[in-house]
């Protein structure tokens, strides 16, 4: 199975109140099992719609710089992510930067999906990929 799960998350709010319309930066650290094993820091641009989780109809963006192996070739590499999230759960999908890959993941393409329910301890991913 291919999951990940938080290490750490640190938020702030941007601008905005915490009541409405805000906008917080977030930098996470995830670790990675699967076709991805090792660990990332992520930069993360949250818009909330009002109270609690809900971010509306809109995405907000983030880049999340891996390093570690991608079926067992070493490197690192940087994806562009587009988030969702409510107080249920995120989803969201992501494009391997081009150019990003360094190492064995030099020349790296690919793009996937993320995502589960607020609150679990793994979530899941997909990772489709050529070298």
Not at 8 to 33: C, F, N, Q
Not at 54 to 70: A, C
């Amino acid at each position: 199975m291919n999951a990940f799960t938080t290490k750490s998350w640190e938020e702030k709010l941007v601008s905005g109140t915490e009541g409405g319309p805000r906008v917080a930066h977030a930098r996470a650290t995830m670790v990675y099992s699967g076709v991805l094993e090792g660990e990332s820091s992520c930069d993360l641009l949250l818009y909330y719609a009002g109270e609690g989780y809900d971010s509306g109809q809109t995405t907000s963006p983030s880049f999340e710089r891996f390093e570690g192996k991608v079926d067992g070739r070493e490197g690192t590499f940087i994806v562009r992510h587009e988030y969702t999230f409510d107080a249920k759960g995120i989803a969201s999908t992501f494009t391997v930067v081009p150019g990003s890959g360094t190492g064995e993941l030099a020349g790296l393409t690919g793009s996937g999906t993320s995502g589960g329910a607020l609150g679990e301890d793994k979530l899941g991913y997909t990772f489709e990929y050529a070298l």
